[in-house]
Nanobody, 124 residues
Framework: QVQLVESGGGLVQAGGSLRLSCVAS????????MGWFRQAPGKEREFVAA????????YYADSVKGRFTISKENGLNTVFLQMNSLKPEDTAVYYC?????????????????WGQGTQVTVSS
């Protein structure tokens, strides 16, 4: 089994930056793709960004393209989400997720393991 632990959330003013981390442990050899999702109060969980442990281009939701960057450190089994130019509408709980398929996935149903989430709050 794989476990995911996110960190790095917090309160930031609009225009500021945060860097989220997601550390994978356990049977990490069974994970191929990683994704970040977010869920705001009263809204459905939505895709933010995804990357494969095995290279290839990352993929972003249109709402964060140009502001957020997903990256990975294979040796540390860690995936990062650098968030710049944050907006109040970015406020949500951010979740890290893993999947057993090499291709990029943008739907929550395509991911089998989830972290506990980390709160990001952007004030105006």
């Amino acid at each position: 089994q794989v476990q995911l632990v996110e960190s790095g959330g917090g309160l930031v003013q609009a225009g500021g930056s945060l860097r989220l981390s997601c550390v994978a442990s356990g049977r990490t050899s069974s994970t191929y793709g990683m994704g970040w999702f977010r869920q705001a109060p009263g809204k459905e969980r939505e895709f933010v960004a995804a990357i494969s442990w095995f290279g290839g281009l990352p993929y972003y939701a249109d709402s964060v393209k140009g502001r957020f960057t997903i990256s990975k450190e294979n040796g540390l089994n860690t995936v990062f989400l650098q968030m710049n130019s944050l907006k109040p509408e970015d406020t949500a709980v951010y979740y890290c997720a893993s999947r057993r398929v090499r291709t990029i996935g943008t739907m929550a149903s395509e991911y089998g393991v989830w972290g506990q989430g980390t709160q990001v709050t952007v004030s105006s």
